[in-house]
């Protein structure tokens, strides 16, 4: 009977991260060191180009578009020096402010389109340059254009921390540079002494208006404050003590009312309660003390009291039974009785007339509280409308000397500008240096051009470099799947050509070089292919290739290899029934295999085959046919991997890749796990990222991705890392020839390569006895 077969292992139920759909996109994270280990050829080459390139710039620019300065010094400077400000008494305060501004005011008006008309305009300009031949037009030159070009070449700026100002002109030569810099300056010059005359006067006449409605406003507060004054304003001050002083007594005054009132309510609201009491009221102490003074109360106790005396004699001289006893007992017990029905009926009264006298002495509390509280209200009003005419009258005052203030200070600018116009000396523009002829270019510099040009060169090829990486959309080395979300890298197996140990084939590097590189990468995957499929206790471990040629059928015979090397019962199946190889690379039959199970003709023991490597068997694909792609999701499929799964330990199925079919993923809900095996610089990010979720959503358990193929010039960190390894491994390596290097022969090892037992016990791996353990 066919075994029962065992469902896939459920898959993990945690939340896992959400991530925009595609998995590609531009999500690359750059290693600078990584690029230039990588690309330092391309950037020596544009360092190299950039020199010559930028030589050869500097004597074309020299040649063809040389820049000469023409420069004119100007000196700026306040209105009054300091021996006048000191005799005018004018304030130096603003003084800093006020020079930055006219600086400004000037910078402009040098540059400024009615200056640059006139300097176009005049004879050395039109006759001693070069420059203006090229305005020229039927023998009349464009003024406009003329002018539009000598403000684009002309520039002016103050020197820091200085009053000193620069003008400068630039032009192709040198003459004309000096030409058409002294030609602004002189049309400059003349239009700011003409400016000053006029801007004088009208400054004067602007002043001293404005000084005349100041003082007309200033006569108007007066007169507003004579008129508060005249209305009892002297005696505001007695009026606002007294309000103040009626509010601090008024406030004890209801605090205490208050805080009364409070206690006679409490002690209201307790008795009250009390009389509500279903067990009758518990009077005061204070109660109980009047009625115990009651006339009646004291008559009835005092009667009482002899009684119980005649009561005592009688039971002496007759004893208890006798009739005169039983007299005196029984008017005994009647008084007492009277007494307790007079004592309830007074204290019922006096508590309700406590009660009352409560309520009489809080109606007299509410009705001090309130006429208090009118009597405060009414004194806040009167301190309010007070103070209110207090601060009307210092607000006029205040404003009134604001302005006396203000008036002051125009006076005092009015006198000053009086004081500039009355001097000759009060210029406040001086000109240090006219314009000379330059003997040297400003432009082009050697200094700047070639570093500029080598750094521009050599920015742009990087540029390109790092647009080549952000747009490369295909894996290249492990760090590129990193960045895909909900993805695990499990390892990376390099390239054959990386491998110093040459290995033979690809497909049997673990068993051929077992101290190459690449098998020591395969432990790596097999290390953490056993903590992923371990959690779960999986068995079945379905090897997906992303694209044909990628290599997961060697991937998948190398980790068969090293499980078996740790004596794991390991079963490999070919489930690739489109281009089957296992059966080739394991030197194997093809037939009978996986398609003889699928189609009933053979059962599954019948069809496994042994392997040279020991704890290592293969079921190939058998006599392919064109029915053998749609049984391998039948139920006949299951029962074979349910019977694997209780004779081995780990059973690794090959399929075919998955963007030429869907094999894998119609198979992957029958495995317990899935692995995606994809090759360097071949699948893109894109396309992992679609099979990641196609893999996700069947119910097997996706482990990770191991990345093959990967070669050094994908960084330059791989070809270090593979050759520690594996000098590591062989105590200074195997030559490219496979012959024992010169340290392992100084040291009389060996050069032959160890066996697999040697190697095992080298590596702390149990030696294989050459038998599959079949047992659980």
Same mark, same amino acid.
Request: charged share 25%; hydrophobic share 35%; proline share 6%.
């Given at each position: 009977?066919?075994?029962?077969?065992?469902?896939?292992? %459920?898959?993990?139920?945690?939340?896992?991260?959400?991530?925009?759909?595609?998995?590609?996109?531009?999500?690359?994270?750059?290693?600078?060191?990584?690029?230039?280990?990588?690309?330092?050829?391309?950037?020596?080459?544009?360092?190299?180009?950039?020199? #010559?390139?930028?030589?050869?710039?500097?004597?074309?620019?020299?040649?063809?578009?040389?820049?000469?300065?023409?420069?004119?010094?100007?000196?700026?400077?306040?209105?009054?020096?300091?021996?006048?400000?000191?005799?005018?008494?004018?304030?130096?305060?603003?003084?800093?402010?006020?020079?930055?501004?006219?600086?400004?005011?000037?910078?402009?008006?040098?540059?400024?389109?009615?200056?640059?008309?006139?300097?176009?305009?005049?004879?050395?300009?039109?006759?001693?340059?070069?420059?203006?031949?090229?305005?020229?037009?039927?023998? +009349?030159?464009?003024?406009?254009?003329?002018?539009?070009?000598?403000?684009?070449?002309?520039?002016?700026?103050?020197?820091?921390?200085?009053?000193?100002?620069?003008?400068?002109?630039?032009?192709?030569?040198?003459?004309?540079?000096?030409?058409?810099?002294?030609?602004?300056?002189?049309?400059?010059?003349?239009?700011?002494?003409?400016?000053?005359?006029?801007?004088?006067?009208?400054?004067?006449?602007?002043?001293?208006?404005?000084?005349?409605?100041?003082?007309?406003?200033?006569?108007?507060?007066?007169?507003?404050?004579?008129?508060?004054?005249?209305?009892?304003?002297?005696?505001?001050?007695?009026?606002?003590?007294?309000?103040?002083?009626?509010?601090?007594?008024?406030?004890?005054?209801?605090?205490?009312?208050?805080?009364?009132?409070?206690?006679?309510?409490?002690?209201?609201?307790?008795?009250?309660? +009390?009389?509500?009491? %279903?067990?009758?009221?518990?009077?005061?102490?204070?109660?109980?003390?009047?009625?115990?003074?009651?006339?009646?109360?004291?008559?009835?106790?005092?009667?009482?009291?002899?009684?119980?005396?005649?009561?005592?004699?009688?039971?002496?001289?007759?004893?208890?039974?006798?009739?005169?006893?039983?007299?005196?007992? *029984?008017?005994?017990?009647?008084?007492? $009785?009277?007494?307790?029905?007079?004592?309830?009926?007074?204290?019922?009264?006096?508590?309700?007339?406590?009660?009352?006298?409560?309520?009489?002495?809080?109606?007299?509390?509410?009705?001090?509280?309130?006429?208090?509280?009118?009597?405060?209200?009414?004194?806040?009003?009167?301190?309010?409308?007070?103070?209110?005419?207090?601060?009307?009258?210092?607000?006029?005052?205040?404003?009134?000397?604001?302005?006396?203030?203000?008036?002051?200070?125009?006076?005092?600018?009015?006198?000053?500008?009086?004081?500039?116009?009355?001097?000759?000396?009060?210029?406040?523009?001086?000109?240090?240096?006219?314009?000379?002829?330059?003997?040297?270019?400003?432009?082009?510099?050697?200094?700047?051009?070639?570093? $500029?040009?080598?750094?521009?060169?050599?920015?742009?090829?990087?540029?390109?470099?790092?647009?080549?990486?952000?747009?490369?959309?295909? #894996?290249?080395?492990?760090?590129?799947?990193?960045?895909?979300?909900?993805?695990?890298?499990?390892?990376?197996?390099?390239?054959?050509?990386?491998?110093?140990?040459?290995?033979? @084939?690809?497909?049997?590097?673990?068993?051929?070089?077992?101290?190459?590189?690449?098998?020591?990468?395969?432990?790596?995957?097999?290390?953490?292919?056993?903590?992923?499929?371990?959690?779960?206790?999986?068995?079945?471990?379905?090897?997906?290739?992303?694209?044909?040629?990628?290599?997961?059928?060697?991937?998948?015979?190398?980790?068969?290899?090293?499980?078996?090397?740790?004596?794991?019962?390991?079963?490999?199946?070919?489930?690739?029934?489109?281009? %089957?190889?296992?059966?080739?690379?394991?030197?194997?039959?093809?037939? %009978?295999?996986?398609?003889?199970?699928?189609?009933?003709?053979?059962?599954?023991?019948?069809?496994?085959?042994?392997?040279?490597?020991?704890?290592?068997?293969?079921?190939?694909?058998?006599?392919?046919?064109?029915?053998?792609?749609?049984?391998?999701?039948?139920?006949?499929?299951? *029962?074979?991997?349910?019977?694997?799964?209780?004779?081995?330990?780990?059973?690794?199925?090959?399929?075919?890749?998955?963007?030429?079919?869907?094999?894998?993923?119609?198979?992957?809900?029958?495995?317990?796990?899935?692995?995606?095996?994809?090759?360097?610089?071949?699948?893109?990010?894109?396309?992992?990222?679609?099979?990641?979720?196609?893999?996700?959503?069947?119910?097997?358990?996706?482990?990770?991705?191991?990345?093959?193929?990967?070669?050094?010039?994908?960084?330059?960190?791989?070809?270090?890392?593979?050759?520690?390894?594996?000098?590591?491994?062989?105590?200074?390596?195997?030559?490219?020839?496979?012959?024992? @290097?010169?340290?392992?022969?100084?040291?009389?090892?060996?050069?032959?390569?160890?066996?697999?037992?040697?190697?095992?016990?080298?590596?702390?791996?149990?030696?294989?006895?050459?038998?599959?353990?079949?047992?659980?």
């Amino acid at each position: 009977m066919s075994p029962t077969p065992t469902p896939p292992a %459920p898959r993990p139920t945690g939340s896992r991260p959400t991530a925009p759909p595609g998995g590609g996109g531009l999500n690359v994270t750059i290693d600078p060191r990584k690029l230039l280990l990588q690309y330092w050829p391309w950037l020596a080459a544009s360092f190299i180009v950039g020199v #010559v390139l930028s030589v050869g710039t500097y004597y074309a620019l020299l040649r063809f578009a040389p820049l000469y300065d023409g420069d004119v010094w100007f000196e700026f400077s306040s209105p009054l020096t300091a021996a006048d400000q000191e005799e005018t008494a004018v304030s130096r305060e603003g003084g800093e402010a006020e020079i930055e501004r006219f600086i400004g005011t000037q910078l402009q008006i040098m540059r400024s389109d009615n200056i640059l008309m006139e300097v176009v305009n005049t004879r050395p300009v039109r006759e001693d340059t070069r420059w203006i031949q090229q305005f020229i037009r039927h023998g +009349q030159v464009d003024l406009v254009e003329a002018s539009k070009e000598l403000g684009r070449i002309s520039s002016a700026a103050l020197l820091p921390e200085s009053n000193i100002v620069r003008l400068r002109v630039q032009a192709n030569h040198a003459r004309d540079a000096a030409v058409l810099a002294n030609a602004v300056r002189e049309i400059y010059l003349t239009n700011l002494r003409n400016t000053n005359r006029i801007s004088s006067s009208d400054m004067l006449e602007a002043l001293n208006r404005r000084r005349n409605a100041m003082q007309d406003e200033r006569r108007i507060l007066e007169d507003r404050k004579q008129r508060l004054f005249t209305t009892g304003l002297e005696t505001l001050d007695d009026r606002f003590n007294y309000y103040a002083q009626q509010i601090d007594s008024l406030l004890p005054v209801l605090i205490n009312t208050q805080y009364a009132l409070d206690l006679s309510r409490e002690r209201l609201e307790r008795w009250e309660e +009390q009389l509500q009491n %279903p067990s009758g009221p518990t009077y005061p102490e204070e109660v109980r003390s009047a009625v115990d003074q009651n006339p009646i109360i004291q008559d009835l106790k005092r009667r009482i009291s002899g009684l119980e005396a005649a009561l005592m004699s009688a039971r002496e001289s007759y004893g208890p039974r006798h009739r005169q006893v039983r007299e005196i007992q *029984k008017q005994i017990n009647g008084n007492s $009785a009277q007494l307790e029905v007079e004592r309830q009926r007074q204290l019922t009264n006096s508590f309700e007339q406590q009660i009352e006298m409560l309520n009489n002495t809080i109606r007299s509390y509410e009705t001090t509280e309130a006429e208090t509280l009118a009597s405060l209200d009414e004194a806040r009003r009167s301190l309010a409308d007070v103070n209110r005419l207090r601060e009307d009258y210092m607000r006029l005052d205040s404003d009134a000397n604001q302005l006396a203030k203000e008036a002051r200070a125009l006076q005092a600018r009015i006198d000053e500008r009086q004081a500039i116009n009355e001097r000759a000396s009060s210029s406040r523009v001086k000109l240090l240096a006219a314009a000379r002829v330059p003997e040297r270019p400003s432009f082009p510099k050697l200094v700047v051009v070639v570093p $500029a040009v080598t750094l521009l060169t050599v920015a742009l090829v990087a540029g390109l470099i790092l647009l080549r990486e952000i747009l490369e959309q295909r #894996v290249r080395s492990p760090s590129d799947v990193q960045f895909i979300p909900r993805i695990r890298v499990l390892g990376l197996v390099p390239d054959i050509s990386e491998d110093p140990s040459r290995p033979p @084939s690809i497909e049997r590097a673990v068993s051929e070089r077992p101290t190459g590189v690449i098998a020591e990468c395969v432990r790596q995957i097999r290390t953490e292919m056993i903590k992923q499929i371990g959690r779960r206790d999986h068995t079945t471990l379905l090897v997906i290739s992303g694209m044909p040629e990628t290599g997961g059928t060697a991937v998948i015979s190398n980790i068969a290899e090293s499980f078996a090397a740790i004596e794991r019962r390991v079963l490999i199946i070919d489930g690739n029934l489109r281009r %089957p190889r296992m059966h080739e690379i394991m030197g194997v039959p093809e037939a %009978p295999g996986l398609s003889e199970v699928l189609s009933g003709a053979r059962p599954l023991s019948e069809v496994i085959q042994r392997t040279e490597s020991p704890n290592l068997d293969v079921l190939t694909a058998g006599s392919v046919d064109a029915k053998g792609y749609e049984r391998l999701t039948t139920e006949i499929m299951g *029962k074979a991997l349910a019977e694997a799964r209780e004779k081995y330990d780990i059973v690794l199925i090959d399929v075919a890749p998955a963007i030429v079919s869907s094999d894998a993923i119609m198979l992957a809900s029958r495995c317990d796990a899935t692995m995606l095996v994809v090759r360097a610089f071949s699948e893109k990010r894109g396309l992992v990222a679609r099979i990641r979720t196609q893999l996700e959503e069947t119910k097997a358990e996706f482990i990770g991705v191991v990345v093959n193929g990967v070669r050094s010039n994908a960084g330059g960190y791989f070809r270090r890392n593979f050759r520690a390894t594996h000098e590591y491994s062989n105590n200074g390596v195997l030559d490219p020839n496979g012959r024992g @290097s010169d340290r392992r022969r100084r040291l009389g090892l060996d050069a032959e390569e160890p066996s697999k037992e040697a190697y095992a016990h080298r590596n702390g791996e149990p030696e294989s006895n050459g038998k599959p353990d079949k047992s659980e």
